[in-house]
């Protein structure tokens, strides 16, 4: 990971579900390496030494996403991480409801495009071409994708 863009300021990485867990390490290692760490969260991040600029973000709330990007205008994203998401029932075929898997579809797939949507006006803006989305695979404690 360089640290640093094309120009005199630090690469900026806006990484989701950044309050804990794996978002907040990745947080963690991005602005130990020299970037710009904007780390959204449902609550406020904790503390994080380096580079960060926490920012409120729910995504499971659609209004969420756009607030953000009014918040952010203007701002250049170089790299997102939409690592916010939920796991939803693990019961299996028999305990599923049809209106708990859409909201696991509408949070982990809806919302992380609607982000996406939302940086990539942020680059259309800073007339920068060269945006990088990623979004991490979740595995569950037997080393399932999920």
Not at 46 to 71: C, H, K, Q, T
Request: proline share 6%; hydrophobic share 40%.
């Amino acid at each position: 990971m360089a640290g640093e863009s094309s120009q005199a300021l630090p690469a900026t990485v806006l990484i989701t579900g950044a309050s804990r867990g794996l978002g907040r390490a990745m947080a963690q290692q991005y602005a130990a390496a020299g970037w710009r760490v904007i780390a959204c969260g449902r609550s406020r991040t904790p503390p994080i030494e380096g580079n960060i600029v926490p920012e409120a973000l729910d995504v499971a709330n659609p209004a969420s996403i756009p607030d953000l990007a009014r918040r952010l205008n203007g701002v250049a994203i170089d790299v997102l991480i939409n690592n916010a998401g939920i796991r939803g029932d693990t019961g299996g075929l028999q305990t599923l409801e049809p209106g708990d898997f859409l909201e696991v579809m509408r949070i982990n797939t809806l919302a992380p495009l609607l982000v996406t949507r939302a940086a990539a006006q942020s680059c259309v803006r800073q007339a920068k071409n060269r945006c990088q989305y990623q979004q991490p695979c979740r595995l569950d404690r037997r080393g399932h994708a999920g």
